[in-house]
């Protein structure tokens, strides 16, 4: 069974940084694509940062692009959101998902079956 599980919230200023990381068990596919959503009180799942695996492009959303990366260490199962130059605006609850294959749209919610519980960042001016 595929488990995703979050960490690395937490509460910064802005100008700050966070590294996201979400542990994969269970999954143990050649092609997939896995990516980091947050979603804000009173607003829908925002798609942040995609990557496709194998070949590692990535995709960003125009709002993070500069100051977010996407990354992810195969050996250890891991995917990870490092946070640069942090705005009061990212303030959200984070999600990591994951997909068993490359999906035409990584940063659409609907794209990813799999989902982890949420870390929370916050972010004060």
């Known amino acids: 069974q595929v488990q995703l599980v979050e960490s690395g919230g937490g509460s910064v200023q802005a100008g700050g940084s966070l590294r996201l990381s979400c542990e994969v068990s269970?999954?143990?596919?050649?092609?997939?694509?896995m990516a980091w959503f947050r979603q804000a009180p009173g607003k829908g799942r925002e798609g942040v940062a995609g990557?496709?695996?194998?070949?590692?492009?990535?995709h960003l959303a125009d709002s993070v692009k500069g100051r977010f990366t996407i990354s992810q260490d195969n050996a250890r199962k891991t995917l990870y959101l490092q946070m640069n130059s942090l705005k009061p605006e990212d303030t959200a609850m984070y999600y990591c998902?994951?997909?068993?294959?490359?999906?035409?749209?990584?940063?659409?919610?609907?794209?990813?079956?799999?989902w982890g519980q949420g870390t929370q960042v916050t972010v004060s001016s």
């Open positions: 269970g999954f143990t596919y050649n092609s997939y694509t």
């Open positions: 990557l496709y695996t194998p070949g590692g492009s990535a």
């Open positions: 998902a994951a997909s068993t294959f490359w999906v035409t749209s990584p940063l659409a919610a609907g794209s990813f079956r799999y």
